[in-house]
């Protein structure tokens, strides 16, 4: 097969990912540095993580309003600017408060991204399972390499230049992008923003049954894989007694599984079917997470980090499953509504695993985690059974 411009659109959304990805998991291997720098609880860094993942989610919806305005070209280019500007501002924070605003700001022009890319590689590609797959591999990928690069920076540099390192890798992909992709037509340039943010046909949208069940499912699998990749690298520290480095070489682990997990979903949702393939990544998930809590010595996490990473990667998945439920007309803002939604509503995994840790500890946190894994595993099984239709 020849390469052609719609592979280049492709790679270069799936870098830009790995930017908006990047910047934001840079935080997770030091934040015992940053609790310890600014004598904070885990529950005070947990609120500030979940800030910038709520505001990651916020920025979903009106980032398809502004791609169907100013076209996507646009609209990801701001998200990959933005993003490596902040990554910078989030390391020079004085104080907490202001590392929590600069985090919420962080996750708000990073969350431009996703759902404008999802949408341009909807119109180019046929197969949107297999290129949303691919695209989504940004992620594991800036998984990968962020926990290990931030670690090794920061447990010899400070916090500081570890959160930093998104800059480095966000300002050349910026310019590979505004050089390669073209300037993109945007869809309805010249209808009012007031009239995309009238209540009643979002709320229409939303309560569709195609719509609500997975969405469900999406706001609880959300919130799970927050909670987890805000918190492996120190859940393994203070519950399974690991250092910092083998921490962040097992949290690489969890991305690398996801890279590989994020394709494999995405072509198998296209040939067996997307509630299917939501379902088995469940149940992984469930076990998976588990396995973490309970799995014995390394075999143990070797299995959690395998199964639970598989679960991670539902996402390739399930936002298929949302843009076979929309018109090409509501792809744009209604997709991006929909990631607002079950990203905002996840977005408290973080807060709520540092809040369980800080009441009940961290096997407690980790185990809850995987019974909500296995209560949407659970739903989707019931809604196939009673043949709901939803």
């Known amino acids: 097969m020849s390469w052609q411009y719609r592979h280049t659109v492709l790679s270069l959304c799936m870098l830009a990912f790995l930017v908006t990805y990047f910047a934001r998991l840079a935080i997770s291997p030091v934040v015992p540095l940053i609790v310890d720098d600014f004598t904070v609880s885990n529950t005070a860094i947990g609120v500030a993580l979940s800030g910038m993942w709520l505001a990651y989610g916020a920025a979903q919806f009106p980032s398809g309003v502004l791609a169907d305005r100013y076209g996507e070209r646009r609209v990801i280019l701001v998200a990959v600017g933005g993003t490596t500007a902040m990554s910078v501002v989030l390391a020079l924070a004085p104080v907490f408060p202001a590392f929590v605003l600069a985090a919420v700001c962080l996750g708000l022009v990073a969350g431009l991204h996703y759902a404008v890319a999802t ?41 500081r230049p570890a959160v930093a390192l998104a800059a480095l890798v966000g300002a050349p992909v910026f310019l590979l992008f505004a050089w390669r992709v073209r300037p993109t037509e945007p869809r309805r340039p010249d209808q009012p923003m007031r009239e995309r943010f009238a209540l009643a046909p979002l709320v229409e949208l939303l309560s569709r049954p195609s719509v609500l069940l997975p969405l469900f499912v999406a706001m609880v699998g959300t919130y799970v894989v927050q909670g987890v990749m805000s918190f492996l690298p120190t859940f393994l520290v203070e519950f399974r007694g690991y250092s910092p480095s083998v921490a962040a070489g097992v949290f690489s682990a969890f991305f690398v599984v996801r890279a590989v997990a994020q394709v494999g979903l995405g072509r198998l949702s296209d040939r067996a079917g997307r509630d299917v393939t939501i379902g088995a990544a469940m ?108």
């Open 119 to 159: 949408t341009l590689l909807s119109r180019t590609f046929d197969d949107i399972g297999t290129a949303f797959g691919l695209h989504s591999v940004g992620g594991p990928l800036a998984g990968l390499v962020a926990p290990v690069a931030a670690a090794w920076v920061g447990f010899r540099y400070g916090w």
């Open 283 to 390: 149940l992984a998930g469930a076990v998976g997470t588990a396995a973490f809590v309970l799995g014995p010595g390394t075999a143990g996490v070797a299995v959690a980090v395998l199964l639970a990473g598989s679960g991670a990667s539902f996402f390739s998945a399930i936002d298929p499953r949302f843009m076979d439920a929309l018109s090409d007309a509501e792809r744009g803002a209604g997709f991006g509504l929909i990631r607002t939604v079950y990203t905002v509503i996840g977005s408290a995994g973080s807060v709520g695993v540092g809040l369980a840790a800080d009441l009940f500890g961290w096997g407690v946190s980790f185990a809850i985690l995987a019974v909500l894994f296995g209560v949407t595993f659970a739903v989707l099984v019931v809604n196939w059974a009673l043949g709901t239709g939803y």
